[in-house]
């Protein structure tokens, strides 16, 4: 889905990287320090006053002191006499004063030599500079993270791990196939290596002016979202190099401990998303560790009067709050409608039912709102559990929350029928309201806004077209024909958006009004982000028919992308795909890597290759394998207690 958010973004500017740990252990660190100086001064004052007190006291020479074969200890004399002035010294006179005179001097040079020492001591302390101090106070906090990280590294228990099937090859059959293959592939290396070079370790990058680049939906933090995103299409194209390289930045800077607030819905689908992707292809615990940290820490902002989560959480407080735009302090039903899938695997994988039951809940809740119209609207307010205004697409703001619910009853092994009608049902409303033909005879998915049907297609709900048919088998009253039909109905109408412009590059949004068909009237709605969805459609529907075209259409799309968006420091978006001179808005945005360049790679891969009786992939097209679950429990989980 997107939101204003996701818009090209208003060159926020982020502070530079903090690799410090997080402030508690700092602030420990920093305490650790000054409380040896307190103990060193209350030492030394203590020295002092025995030194004096030494000369002060009455003839000491009175004192007997007695040998414990340990160190020299002064121990109080026992006075034997009645009527003793202080009780509370003890006197025993001692037969040879000669003998405690010299023991007497020994004791004296000693707390005068130990008193000196204390004060060089402290002296040295005081004479270091600001930055000696500093260092000191760094080698502190360096030893506290490292204590972390080593419990950080604590093995999750062990689970049974779904069969993995076809995590690489996928070699095409002739040569034609393997040359276009050959040549995303070296599209994505563009992509990374000048991202590696230019941008390494912040979210994404400016490939004109070759910076970092991000967005307020990462927060203010440098999280590193492109190799995230970008892992497990550098493993399944045999990058293995990068692959390493992305492992190696995660293992030793991926810090969630940051204060910083972030989008609930795009943490999930591009970092746990990827990171449990990147742990199924691999094998490598460190990705499902990350994942586990980072889960924990978007969970408070499920603190909600409802359980209905924020939009933003801040991961150090945990304190949520909504997107400001959204109407009536609501929250998106695409941002918390897609979570099921890597909440599910969590649980999964950590035996910890928690994830589950959060989303489960967000179900249920779903389940007894009254829906106008049969069709559940984009927002909903976390306070009052009621809908903000009726505004219902399958585009931006509720796209994939229809996708999640078709998918958790594919990853369940088709056995999550409760999704399964509740998909159904959706779908039954959108096609009565929302999906029409245009006068030209394309079939396109308008949007609804309070009983009014907007004739306006976004580019996010292309998607759609993959998605019915990736739902026609099992459809009620066995309607699989039908949802293919419309499947390739819907390719075609995004394919005509991307026809009918002057790069051959779809609009963000495009029109079917009188005249105007699958064309974008507004400057503002001309944009191409490189975005995936058009080509993910293309590649479902390549999958389930095997109909030639959609290779052939993923291929034009390629060579736009190619033509228009490649500059030398990566690829960009474009400002007006109408305008044959280009503009870039000088953006490589993280789900390029992610998405668009996969599925690019997947259309011209055999099937063979990441199945689709296996893996289901988040809306981020990240690849999760199929999990045996019985009806939604995870009680046949061993790993669930
Ligand atoms: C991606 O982050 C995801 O596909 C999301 O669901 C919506 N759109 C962007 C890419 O366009």
Sequence with gaps: MTTPALLPLSGR?????????????????????????????????????????????????????????????????VDAGKGAKNPGVFLIHGPDEHRHREEE????????????????????????????IRAEIQTEKNKVVQEMKTKEKKPLPAVPIPNLIGTHGGDPEDNDLREKREKIKEMMKHAWDNYRIYGWGHNELRPIARKGHSTNIFGSSQMGATIVDALDTLYIMGLHDEFRDGQKWIENNLDFSVNSEVSVFEVNIRFIGGLLAAYYLSGEEIFKIKAVQLAEKLLPAFNTPTGIPWAMVNLKSGVGRNWGWASAGSSILAEFGTLHMEFVHLSYLTGNP??????MHIRKLLQKMDRPNGLYPNYLNPRTGRWGQYHTSVGGLGDSFYEYLLKAW????????????????????????????????????GEWKNGHLEKKMGHLACFAGGMFVLGADGSRMDQAGHYLELGAEIARTCHESYDRTALKLGPESFKFDGAVEAVAVRQAEKYYILRPEVIETYWYLWRF?????????GWEAALAIEKYCR????????????????????????????????????????????????????TEAHPLPVLHLANTTLSRNPAVR
């Design 545 to 553: 028919t095997h109909d030639p075209r959609y290779r052939e259409w």
């Design 410 to 445: 594919l990853m369940s092994d088709k056995t999550d029928h409760e999704a399964r009608k509740m998909y159904d049902d959706a779908i039954e409303a959108i096609e009565k309201h929302l999906i029409r033909k245009s006068r030209g005879g394309l079939t396109f998915i």
């Design 105 to 132: 001097e020994r004791l004296r040079n000693k707390i005068r030599a130990d008193h000196e020492k204390a004060l060089e001591e402290a002296k040295e302390k005081l004479k270091k500079s600001r930055e000696e």
């Design 354 to 359: 928690i994830y589950y039951k959060k989303v």
């Design 13 to 77: 500017r982020i502070p530079p990287l903090n690799l410090g740990p997080p402030s508690f252990p700092h602030h420990r660190a920093t305490l650790r320090l000054s409380e040896k100086f307190i103990l060193l001064l209350i030492l030394s004052a203590f020295i002092t006053l025995c030194f004096g007190a030494f000369f002060f006291l009455p003839d000491s020479s009175k004192h007997k002191r007695f040998d414990l074969g340990l160190e020299d200890v002064l121990i109080p004399h």
């Design 567 to 618: 500059v030398t420091g990566g690829f960009s978006g474009v400002k007006d795909v109408y305008s044959s001179t280009p503009t870039h808005d000088d953006v490589q945005q993280s789900f390029f890597l992610a998405e668009t360049l996969k599925y690019l790679y997947l259309l011209f891969s055999s099937d063979d290759l990441l199945p689709l009786d296996h893996w289901v992939f988040n």
